[in-house]
Structures are given as structure tokens and as C-alpha cells.
């Protein structure tokens, strides 16, 4: 045991976790941790211009390393700011762990007015972590650190948060750090692995629906090693997307509100295997499951097992543990023929590829001029834009964790601060941020941030002068009564160079090019693109 202050304590503690970031904006009641952190020189602190960036740098940072990401602001409206982070990190199971300031012991739930005061601060991060926990004493410090990570590293890994007083930062005492540890994947149940075996081997049409899970457990070699033994296609969430190469024989690609590739196998097949997905109630249309389809499946939070669609057999278990004993199962078995025929799968790529350039040309085209300009290790952030919303099918993932979207949060203005943590993980490679006008101006001051710290993220900015998605909405179901959703916008391009970014106007027609000058400039970039108001897929329904 040592003599050390409950700021040294946490600081300690997140060294001998091996954390190596932290994004912060100070404050009045986290100083303390901040001198600590002066001590640290091994853990680079990254200071923002909004608390949400904390917690969106925190979770890019996390999806791209494959480990926790730690934000970290002051009480109350830095918390509150801070939510809209969590809020996305927890629908994308996501481990980012936010350090909270609280105001003084003795003011805590008294109502006083001291700086920062709300009453009660958990409540405001319970319904968007797995953990939340209020420390009190310098001893508890080391211990919740080290709790806060084995649940962001066991089962569903998503966030969790610890606030501590300010005279609990500033007081000693003797502090006893825990050892990091590796934590076992939760096992498989063999009896259901079996059950589940034998469902696979007696259909007739056997489809694979995988999600992020599959990323998260680093499962994707044994997920396509199952579809090549089945000879099985295999559909992806968008934030599945990754999952299997989207060039590999059996990839359908992804899917979004009951379209792409998914959609014209899944009425096909008379059995479903769900590995990594929550099988949300977004599963609609074509992809939303039948009462004739067996469905099988797999995730490592038993709480979403069957939530929305029943399961005839249901696995709580890690999916790289459980396909790999599916795998060793399947393997006992002879004679295992390809159940769909590559040219069945084929045709069905083909078609969807038809119908969504038809639906959407222009944007097809947009991100065949994205993909053009970026290699396969190119991570993409697909932001709440209609861009961002087409790329789920339309943009080609080969890798995972290289495709990061907000999941069902749908959170605007998550895409360029998120591309700013996924860049901090990985600074060798290209980083881009697809996001509209409205969404870009969430976190418009973060160019700063990019500037002072060279994140050489690219910013791809699509400019219709409207929250493009809602003005569709009030051109169609609303018979053209706009109000509200158009926006008068500064040149992004301009505001770029002011920031000492690099600003790019180009039409759609140029964008390739513009990438490639970005990509060559090793610099912060916003690429403006001037585009007019494009109709989002979840509005298409019908036609």
C-alpha cells in the first residue's frame, strides 16, 4: 500500500489498466485530477470545447482500439453534456468509461446551490451505462476503477461511469491498486450449441444475420468460416458491417429499415441464426423475421436474447466462444453440402445493388467517389446524414472496425468527434467522417481540437442548407409545409482555413480527387460538398 491523494489514485489506477488517453474539458471540481495527470506523461490528455466530444472521442477511440476509452469532465452540465456520448456508446455497445467530478461531500443531495449542483447526477447516467457508481473515500477509488473495467470488458461491453467529490480528489490516504486482469469470454451451453447444430444441419435455406457483436468479440474469422462450412450467405446490421469481407462470395452486405441484400434472402430461408445483434425492432420489411423462420440466437447479454423476435434456441455466450464451438460441432458431421447456389446469392447482390442505385443515384454515386479514394483500412464514420444512411449498403466494408455508425441513438452531430477518437487510435490510418450541415455544426469548435492535437481527420461535410432528412419529410408527408428545417450555413470550406484546417469546396463530381489532395496533406480537413435535398431511405417505404 501507498500514501497518495484521491487524484493520484485514479490516475494510478487507470495507468495499471492501461490507459493511455484521456479526453477532458477541466473544471472547478476535476483540477485536482488534472495535476495528477501533469505526472502521468505516458497518458495523453486531450483537451475539447464541448463535454459531448468527451464521451464521442472516448467512443471512437474504444470501437477502433478494441479497449476502453475514458472521458472525463466536471459535474452536472458537463455530465449532462457528456450524456449524449453515453447515449450513443451504449446503443453500439461500446466500453467508454466517464470520470465525473460531484460537488463536495457534505452538499451532496442538500440543495445549497453549489457550483454545478444537481440532484441526483446518477439518475441522469443510470438509464445509458451498465455501471455507475458515486465514490466517497479515497480507498473505494482503485476498486471502482477496477470494477468499471471488468464490466466494460465481460459480456456486453458497454459504459460505465464513476463521480468523485472534490475533497475526496484532494484527501489521502493508504490506496492499495488491483492488478489488471484478463477476463474469460463467456462459454457457450453445449446442449444448445448441439440444439442449434442440429437446426443448421436440417434447413433447407439457413441465413446468417451478424452484428457488432461479431466485431466486439473479434469473432469474424470463425463467423465467414461458419458460412463457408454451411455454404450459407450472410447478412449484416450497418453496425455488423465488417463483419465478413463485403467482396466475399456469400456477403449480402448491409442492411438499413428493411433494405439491401438482406432483404431479398431473409423471406428466403426457413432458419436464422442471429450472432451479435439485438435483431432490433428496426428489422423491417423484407429483413424482419416471419413466424415460419426458426431463429437461433446467439448474444452475449442474455437480456436480448428472443426480446423482440422469439428464439427457438437462445445462446448467452461470447460469439467468437460460440460459433467456435458450433464450428467444432458442425465439424463432427459428414457430407455437409452448400445449401443456396453462388449464383442464387450473386443475383440477389445484384438486384439489391439495381434497386438502391435506382432509388438513390446520386448518393450511390457520392460513395462509389468515397470508395474510389480510400483503401480497405480506411475507417469510415457514418454519421445521422443521408450520405452517412446510403453508405450502409452502398459503401463496401473488407475490414472490421473500420465502420463506425451510431446505432439505433441515430445520435446527430456524433460522426466528426467520434472520427476524431477513432483517429487517435489509429493515426496511420485515413480517418473520414461522413456528416451533414446541421450535424457538422454540433461540433463545428472541435476543428480547434483537431488543430492544436494534429488529428488529421477528414471531415466530409454535405450541404443542402437544411436538416435534410426532416425537410424531406415536411416536402412529402406534410404536403410541403416547411418550417423549421431549413438553415442558413457559413462556408464550411472558409471556417476550416480560419481554424488553420485545411477547407475544400468541390462538387460531388470532384470528391475523389478532393480526398486524395486531403489524404496527401496529412492535415485536419473539411471537405465541402454542396448537394441538394436528398430523400433517406427510412422514407422510402412504399414507392
Not at 434447413?203 to 461479431?214: Q, S
Request: proline share 7%.
Amino acid at each position: 500500500m501507498a500514501q497518495m491523494t484521491g487524484s493520484e489514485a485514479v490516475v494510478r489506477s487507470l495507468a495499471r489498466e492501461g490507459v493511455e488517453a484521456v479526453f477532458a474539458l477541466p473544471g472547478a471540481q476535476i483540477m485536482g485530477l488534472f495535476d495528477a495527470l501533469y505526472d502521468q506523461p505516458d497518458m495523453r490528455v486531450i483537451t475539447v470545447r464541448h463535454e459531448q466530444t468527451t464521451t464521442f472521442m472516448a467512443d471512437g477511440y474504444a470501437r477502433v482500439k478494441g479497449k476502453p476509452g475514458v472521458a472525463l469532465v466536471v459535474p452536472g452540465p458537463g455530465v449532462q453534456n457528456a450524456s449524449a456520448g453515453l447515449t450513443t456508446a451504449y446503443s453500439s455497445s461500446s466500453p467508454v468509461l466517464l470520470l465525473a467530478g460531484q460537488v463536495e461531500s457534505a452538499l451532496i443531495g442538500k440543495h445549497k446551490g453549489a457550483l454545478h449542483e444537481i440532484n441526483d447526477q446518477l439518475d441522469i447516467v443510470r438509464p445509458v451505462t451498465k455501471w455507475c457508481r458515486r465514490v466517497l473515500t479515497v480507498g473505494e477509488i482503485p476498486g471502482a476503477i477496477h470494477e468499471a473495467m471488468r464490466q466494460m470488458k465481460t459480456g456486453r461491453p458497454q459504459p460505465t461511469e464513476i463521480e468523485i467529490p472534490p475533497d475526496v480528489l484532494a484527501s489521502s490516504d493508504e490506496v492499495e491498486l488491483p492488478e489488471p486482469q484478463d477476463y474469460p469470454r463467456l462459454a457457450s451451453d453445449r446442449e444448445r450449441i448441439r440444439q442449434a447444430a442440429e437446426l443448421l444441419l436440417s434447413a433447407r435455406k439457413p441465413l446468417i444475420w451478424a452484428g457488432g457483436g461479431v466485431i466486439l468479440a473479434d469473432a469474424c474469422k470463425e463467423l465467414t468460416a461458419l458460412a463457408e462450412m454451411l455454404g450459407a450467405p450472410v447478412a449484416t446490421t450497418a453496425e455488423g458491417k465488417g463483419s465478413i469481407p463485403e467482396d466475399h462470395p456469400l456477403a449480402l452486405g448491409g442492411s438499413y429499415h428493411g433494405m439491401g441484400g438482406p432483404a431479398g434472402a431473409t423471406p428466403q430461408a426457413d432458419l436464422l441464426l442471429a450472432v451479435g445483434t439485438r435483431f432490433s425492432r428496426q428489422m423491417t420489411g423484407g429483413t424482419k423475421p416471419n413466424a415460419n423462420q426458426v431463429l437461433v440466437h446467439i448474444d452475449a447479454d442474455a437480456d436480448v436474447l428472443g426480446r423482440n423476435f422469439p428464439a427457438k434456441v437462445a445462446i448467452a455466450a461470447d460469439a467468437k466462444m460460440a460459433l467456435s464451438d458450433l464450428l467444432g460441432e458442425m465439424g463432427k458431421r459428414n457430407g455437409l453440402t452448400p445449401r443456396w447456389t453462388v449464383a442464387e446469392i450473386a443475383e440477389i447482390r445484384e438486384h439489391s445493388r439495381l434497386q438502391i442505385e435506382k432509388l438513390a443515384p446520386m448518393q450511390c454515386e457520392i460513395i462509389a467517389k468515397i470508395q474510389k479514394a480510400l483503401d480497405e483500412d480506411s475507417i469510415v464514420v457514418s454519421g445521422v446524414t443521408n450520405i452517412g444512411y446510403w453508405s450502409h449498403f452502398a459503401y463496401k466494408v473488407k475490414k472490421p472496425r473500420t465502420y463506425l455508425t451510431a446505432s439505433y441513438a441515430a445520435t446527430l452531430g456524433f460522426a466528426f468527434p467520434t472520427a476524431l477518437g477513432a483517429k487517435m487510435a489509429a493515426p496511420n490510418k485515413t480517418v473520414v467522417s461522413l456528416s451533414g450541415d446541421g450535424g457538422f455544426m454540433y461540433a463545428l469548435p472541435e476543428l480547434a481540437t483537431a488543430v492544436q492535437y494534429g488529428i488529421n481527420v477528414i471531415a466530409l461535410v454535405f450541404v443542402d442548407n437544411a436538416f435534410g432528412a426532416l425537410l424531406s419529410d415536411q416536402r412529402t408527408r406534410y404536403r410541403d409545409r416547411v418550417i423549421g428545417t431549413e438553415l442558413k450555413n457559413p462556408s464550411f470550406a472558409q471556417i476550416a482555413e480560419v481554424f488553420g484546417a485545411i477547407g475544400i469546396r468541390t462538387d460531388p463530381d470532384r470528391l475523389d480527387q478532393a480526398l486524395e489532395q486531403a489524404q496527401q496533406s496529412h492535415r485536419p480537413t473539411v471537405i465541402e460538398v454542396p448537394i441538394p435535398t436528398l430523400t433517406p431511405p427510412f422514407q422510402i417505404h412504399g414507392r
